[in-house]
């Protein structure tokens, strides 16, 4: 039985490997498998009964999207890797081709599953009165409806193309998805091959009308252009047809001396359209010759195509996730406003000036950080305001704040990272909109990404100028901020303020900072930190004092942080870490990580937070722990190539949230968690009946009903549950 309560759990016995698993690469996992083995749980949701029937839609909608990233970034690297021929290996001692074979089994069998949930799912929906249907489904008049409909709504937008001679095999672009076409000449029975482009711009399935109670019923709309080829193709008739779907190269190429960053990358944005096609995906009962002529335009191998016997393009069935079907999604929720910010009549400065606030997003609104920056650019005595943006929304109010604050004569500098993975395109659009509001825009480093959370706010009080700061360890991005589980702290520390105001200074000006108090910054001091830390939890081990090491993050796979824990473990440090996605370190091994215990949290909400606490001689919890936030995942690229700040908690109050209430919740979670075993497999025990689970400790659910510690203000503690008391 898997025990994924690791907050009054014993350690299970640890277990005999190999020598060469315990002393060489294969103390590893490998980064690609295990990044599977993430999405395999994600899948795992969408067949889990205890999830709503809509959320497991979203889930499966989900796995499909992830894979697609996956690919087109990931698996392209390994692609180019093996085509180059360059020598290098990965942690775990592989070549890119032995990857290659390894993923393409594995993903092959995570597609067919994503098949086998969504049949399951399809026929539950159908009986929750919710159907997809196909074009041999229909009646006369969904036919006559549907016709009127591809009138008005498609046809204008559809673009087909012949194949021949003088119309060679048209360029489709990365995600292009489009049906493939044998048609036959009335007239003459001239044969013509074609290719219709289904279009990205309007809704993939249709919605059929019906009056107000009655079924929902959709048409995907491949379907739609198969019940209307006569209108496309007048005077043919079809003779076969198969769809398929492309995925191209979409990992970026900037010129490292390109002298205007921002048109070097519109120009990259366009380039990532035309990658190299790298997966293809197509009808299983695709005519011979179809096939054939596309994977030969296409330049793909029989290994790159995935024959899909079920529905193409699963990441769209997210447009069956009906808001209007409350009853099959989520119970509704509404993030808390925190009561010491009411208290204040909403001031977001009076609240920070009486002490430092953390604020635990999506159970404390976003909305206070959004606060926070409208109301510096309203107040007359704030006189500057410097932000970092890695991912915003469309219309972000962040940039709607910022924009104000320098229309109104305030210095506004905002760091736009145009590194920001497929947000390229909407963070140019923002830096164009921030200069013409009158804001310092710059963009950082080519070389490092700045993926540092940081905002600061400079206010005149009194003869006084006084640094408010917001550090994130999410993204100033209030649509996900819905979604991700996320820390805001709000600070007028003037030594943070100092740090943060040096980091900016090092991001406009290049300068190297020096002399920071309280933060530790990436790919400088950050990881040198870590590692500091890691080693004096094992120091204290040798000498007979309590050490313990509580971290969680998405992504573990840095080999020099995860050699330190093993050494950490050897010294007899116990160390529980929670680790969302990827995780490279192998625990519970006999002489490399006996001591050490990895969980994976997957449920409503995006575990996304990182936080790291120390025992300190004190062990855990306790109050002389030393606790840390941080931007910063525990990767290669957050340690060595990426601006990330690690900054550590000091006010009691706070201290007490994250090691009692958020650290100590996400380690007694038994409903969401897995648990990492020694060989790489992820085990859940849900319990033995089906009612079973409704009694395990969700953390979700505790952090929904339960109000934070921080931020409390009037309301006092009082109603307020630590799962960890913290020693003294």
Same mark, same amino acid.
């Given at each position: ?250 990992? *970026? ?5 390109? %002298?205007?960053? @921002?048109? !070097?990358? =519109? $120009?990259?944005?366009? /380039?990532?359209?035309? #990658? ?13 010759? *179809? ?5 030969? %335009?296409?330049? @793909?191998? !029989?290994? =790159? $195509?995935?024959?899909? /016997?079920?529905?193409? #393009? ?13 009853? *099959? ?400």
């Amino acid at each position: 039985m898997t025990n994924a309560d690791f907050l009054v759990s014993p350690l299970p016995d640890p277990v005999e490997l190999p020598a060469d698993e315990v002393a060489g690469p294969r103390r590893f996992f490998n980064r690609e498998l295990s990044w599977l083995a993430f999405n395999w749980r994600v899948l795992e949701e969408a067949a889990n009964p205890r999830v709503p029937l809509l959320e497991r839609l979203r889930f499966l909608s989900i796995s499909a999207t992830n894979l697609d990233e996956f690919y087109t970034v990931r698996v392209a690297g390994l692609r180019e890797l093996k085509r180059t021929g360059k020598p290098s290996l990965s942690e775990d001692g592989r070549t890119a081709a032995e990857q290659l074979v390894l993923i393409n089994a594995e993903a092959r069998r995570l597609m067919a599953e994503q098949q086998a949930v969504w049949n399951a799912l399809e026929a539950e929906m159908e009986a929750a009165g919710i159907a997809l249907l196909s074009r041999r489904k229909l009646g006369k008049r969904d036919e006559k409806a549907l016709s009127e409909h591809f009138l008005a709504q498609v046809f204008p937008v559809l673009s087909p193309l012949a194949i021949d001679p003088a119309h060679p095999f048209p360029f489709i672009p990365n995600a292009g998805f489009c049906l493939a076409l044998e048609l036959e000449r009335s007239a003459d029975l001239r044969p013509l091959k074609a290719l219709l482009p289904i279009p990205q711009q309007i809704a993939r399935f249709v919605r059929l009308p019906g009056a107000a109670g009655e079924a929902a019923r959709f048409l995907p709309l491949e379907e739609l252009l198969l019940l209307n080829l006569g209108q496309i193709f007048p005077g043919y008739t079809m003779k076969g047809h198969c769809a398929f779907r492309v995925l191209r190269d979409s990992d *970026l190429e900037v010129e490292d001396e390109a %002298e205007d960053l @921002v048109r !070097e990358f =519109e $120009v990259a944005l366009k /380039r990532r359209r035309r #990658g190299e096609v790298i997966r293809l995906k197509i009808s299983a009962d695709a005519p011979q010759a *179809l096939r054939t002529l596309i994977m030969h %335009e296409l330049g @793909v191998a !029989e290994d =790159e $195509v995935v024959e899909v /016997r079920g529905l193409i #393009g699963i990441a769209d069935l997210r447009e069956l996730v009906l808001d209007e079907r409350r009853d *099959l999604l989520w119970p509704p929720f509404t993030p808390r406003v925190p009561e010491r910010v009411q208290d204040h009549d909403g001031d977001m400065f009076a609240a920070i000036r009486q002490k430092d606030m953390l604020l635990h997003h999506p159970y404390e609104t976003f909305d206070m950080v959004i606060r926070f920056l409208s109301q510096a650019a309203a107040d007359p005595d704030v006189l500057a305001i410097k932000q970092t943006l890695y991912r915003t929304s469309r219309d972000s109010p962040i940039v709607d704040a910022l924009c104000e604050a320098a229309e109104a004569g305030k210095s506004v500098t905002a760091l736009v990272e145009l590194k920001a993975r497929f947000d390229e395109a909407a963070n140019i659009r923002q830096s164009r909109r921030l200069e013409r509001a009158g804001a310092h825009v710059v963009y950082g480093f080519i070389h490092y990404k700045t993926h540092a959370k940081i905002s600061t706010v400079v206010r005149r009080e009194g003869d006084q100028l006084v640094t408010y700061t917001h550090f994130g360890t999410g993204n100033y991005h209030p649509i996900t901020a819905r979604i991700y589980t996320d820390l805001s702290l709000f600070t007028c520390d003037a030594a943070l303020g100092r740090d943060a105001t040096t980091v900016f200074n090092c991001l406009s000006g290049y300068a190297q900072p020096e002399g920071l108090e309280n933060l530790a910054i990436s790919p400088i001091t950050l990881k040198p930190r870590l590692l500091e830390l890691i080693a004096r939890e094992a120091d204290l081990a040798r000498a007979g004092q309590p050490a313990r090491i509580w971290a969680k993050m998405n992504s573990l796979i840095e080999p020099d942080v995860i050699d330190a824990l093993y050494d950490a473990s050897r010294a007899g440090v116990r160390i529980d870490l929670v680790v969302r996605g990827i995780c490279g370190l192998r625990p519970g091994v006999r002489g490399l990580s006996e001591t050490i215990r990895v969980k994976s949290v997957v449920g409503r909400f995006l575990e996304h937070s990182r936080i790291v606490c120390f025992g300190n001689g004190h062990g855990l919890p306790s109050r002389k722990a030393r606790v840390f936030i941080s931007s910063a995942d525990w990767m290669g690229r957050n340690l060595s190539r990426r601006v990330e700040t690690l900054v550590e908690i000091h006010n009691d109050t706070v201290k007490a949230q994250i090691v009692g209430q958020i650290m100590a919740a996400n380690l007694a979670d038994a409903a969401q968690s897995w648990v990492l075993a020694a060989d790489g497999s992820y085990r859940r025990d849900l319990g033995a009946d089906g009612d079973a689970g409704r009694a395990l400790f969700n953390c979700h659910r505790f952090f929904m009903e339960n109000p934070s510690l921080s931020g409390r203000g009037s309301a006092g503690a009082g109603d307020v549950p630590l799962l960890a008391r913290l020693a003294d």
